[in-house]
């Protein structure tokens, strides 16, 4: 069992940061993949960025490369997530996930998911 906590979110001007925060209980947090996903009102979850187990692979969803940043930090069972030049569009809640499943295969589908955290919201003004 996996419990997730997400922070960091906010309300920002479009052009400023976000670091999101996704710590995890549990002694086998390093065994899994982390994702991140943002479900905007009236959409659907959609994939953001996900991180391998040891932190040396990373997929992102062509909407937010060049300006997110996935990494994790195994030691403190947290993955983070940095998020430059916010656009509105990127306004939505936040939720990290943990998948047992390692390989690539399917990695933006959240029903690969195993563990859910109960979101942050991220609000992006014009």
């Known amino acids: 069992q996996v419990q997730l906590v997400e922070s960091g979110g906010g309300l920002v001007q479009a052009g400023d940061s976000l670091r999101l925060s996704c710590a995890a209980s549990g002694r086998t947090f390093s065994s899994y993949v982390m994702g991140w996903f943002r479900q905007a009102p009236g959409k659907e979850r959609e994939f953001v960025a996900a991180v391998s187990s040891s932190g040396g692979n990373s997929w992102y969803a062509d909407s937010v490369k060049g300006r997110f940043t996935i990494s994790r930090d195994n030691a403190k069972n947290t993955v983070y997530l940095q998020m430059n030049s916010l656009k509105p569009g990127d306004t939505a809640e936040y939720s990290c996930?943990?998948?047992?499943?390692?390989?690539?295969?399917?990695?933006?589908?959240?029903?690969?998911?195993?563990?859910w955290g109960q979101g942050t919201q991220v609000t992006v003004s014009s």
């Open positions: 996930a943990a998948r047992a499943r390692s390989s690539a295969y399917l990695i933006g589908d959240p029903g690969t998911y195993n563990y």
